[in-house]
């Protein structure tokens, strides 16, 4: 792997289940356990998964024409079986709109395979959970 590949961000304790994720860039969100109206880590994933696909479909759409609409929901079921906790039936939903006329007409024909083509090939946030890519964990010496 090289120096162009890697992705980092830092996760901080900021007080009781409360939490600041920081990227290699100097952004920053907070997040925490679920009091509150803040996100849960299960929820930064589900916006990750949403994330990463709109913004494939938006760069490919958009060239054609700017919609007038544009949501996507991400869903799923978090469970507790034997296996521990995970997320379980994730659905991505997009619902999208555009002008009338010839671009929007255009844009409006290729949403279906701008989706497919992110879910098959481009989001690499979906990819690598489709993947089930292993996670490592370590206890760094204090």
């Known amino acids: 792997m090289s120096e162009d590949s890697l992705r980092l ?5 900021t007080g009781t289940g409360l939490f600041t994720a920081t990227n ?3 952004g ?6 679920g ?4 996100f849960t880590p299960v929820e930064l994933l589900l916006a990750a998964i949403g ?3 709109a913004a494939d479909v938006d760069v490919s759409t958009s060239r054609h024409a700017e919609p007038t609409g544009f949501t996507v929901t991400v869903s799923g079921h978090k469970v507790s079986d034997e296996d521990g906790n995970r997320m379980a039936d994730l659905a991505v939903a997009f619902s999208v709109t555009f002008p009338e006329g010839a671009a929007g007409d255009r ?9 497919a083509v992110s879910h098959d090939r481009l989001c690499t946030v979906s990819r690598t959970v ?7 964990v370590s206890v760094e010496d204090v």
Do not use: H, K, S, Y
């Open 24 to 26: 290699a860039r100097g």
């Open 9 to 13: 961000v830092t996760v901080e304790r």
């Open 35 to 38: 009091d509150g109206t803040g």
């Open 107 to 115: 844009a409006r024909t290729i949403l279906p395979r701008a989706v």
């Open 28 to 33: 920053t969100i907070a997040f925490g356990t």
């Open 51 to 53: 994330g990463c696909t």
């Open 130 to 136: 489709e993947a089930g890519t292993p996670v490592t």
